[in-house]
């Protein structure tokens, strides 16, 4: 069978890696650690054999600044032996671990850096400073996997309308703030398969996905740009773990659109896409449906050839030292973000919590009959 057809129909729990990016900076700073989320390069620090260092004025300065917008003190300074690029590191990590790093951090895989640059492999070794910008920057070196159909259908029982409204709740609050593979990504991919066996000799022998056979019914046939049902505006249900998940559901709504995704100059943006060759980001997350489905089919299709080029972050965050709205703004972002991170967490444990007695009622059933 040609390797185009390949659909691994297993079932799979934990993260989904996809083929590494070339990574140069150390596996600690990774969200995976529970005790450490952000990599801040020390001056003169060695990663990997490439000389990562800020200039020592942007670190003062945003030294300085933490301490006026209140996120640093006297005694941090004193702690860090008044190196400011320690008390830099140190306010960052108290910040992320009061706003649920832990949490993140079992489910997630994820790495926060501050930099001159957007991309790791950019940074100056000459110690210069870097013109008064830096950039928080959110990358993924897995995605995350959420399933949802069995929750869409539970919802759609007792009342028509929520589970496809949950659906387009959820997708649109997460990508917001990171990149979302879903049913339109395979769709496309599907897409893509078909335009590619039209070309070979034997188009017939391709086993491509069937997306729509694998969509929950209340989501086949929607046009793609049908207004979805609003998620607050369905009857209140009675039945309390889905009505949990339902409000979940909207406070995560809500806090993914309580702050503005930082907006990038779109030139900026183009220009450092091309001159660092930047793919599509990856992504944070993997919704979908059942395991095997062909969302997961066309998701393991397109990891062979994720991590050829260096991906652009998940998220850019701006921020200048020495400006204290700036940087507080920044903070802000990265609180919200956070906060996203955790209720999709907590709407996978809804969800698990659901399936795991339908599973071991089955399993219980099973073994009564024989």
Known sequence: ?????????????????????????????????????????????????????????????????????????????????????ALVDSVFRRFLRD????????????????????????????????????????????????????????LERCQPGTGAALYDTLRQA????????????????????????????DPDSYEIPKLDQDLPACLRGRAPAESPQSLDSVPALTEP?????????????RISHSTERPRLDEEWLESQRSYHSLDLPLPAILLYFRPGDAVMACFDDECE????????????????????????????????????LVLTASIKTLIDGREKPTCDSVSMSEASSN
């Not at 100056?124 to 013109?131: I, K, L, P």
């Not at 990149?179 to 066996?197: G, K, L, T």
């Not at 773990?241 to 709504?253: A, I, M, Q, R």
């Open 1 to 85: 069978m040609p390797r185009l057809a390949r659909s691994k129909q297993c079932s799979r729990t934990g993260s989904l890696t996809a083929r590494k990016r070339r990574s140069r900076l150390p596996r600690t700073w990774y969200l995976a650690n529970p005790a450490s989320l952000i990599g801040i390069p020390k001056l003169e620090a060695d990663h990997a054999g490439s000389r990562i260092t800020f200039g020592c004025s942007d670190l003062t300065a945003l030294a300085q600044t933490l301490v006026e917008i209140g996120l640093a003190t006297e005694s941090d300074w004193t702690a860090s032996g008044k190196a400011p690029a």
């Open 99 to 154: 706003h649920g790093q832990e949490i993140i951090a079992e489910h997630l895989e994820l790495s926060l850096t501050l930099g001159e640059s957007i991309v790791d492999t950019s940074y100056s070794d000459s110690g210069a400073d870097s013109n008064g910008q830096l950039f928080l920057v959110l990358n993924t070196e897995s995605s995350f996997p959420l399933g949802i159909g069995t929750a869409i259908e539970e």
């Open 174 to 201: 997460l990508y917001r703030w990171i990149r979302v593979y879903d049913d339109r990504d395979a769709r496309n991919r599907i897409e893509q398969m078909m335009e590619w066996a039209e070309g070979e000799e």
């Open 241 to 253: 773990s889905l009505k949990e998940l339902v409000e979940t559901s909207l406070e995560l709504h």
């Open 305 to 340: 050839y994720w991590g050829q080029e260096t991906p652009e972050p998940n998220l850019i965050v701006p921020l200048r030292p020495n400006d204290p709205a700036s940087v507080r703004q920044a903070f802000a972002v990265i609180e919200t973000l956070m906060r996203v």
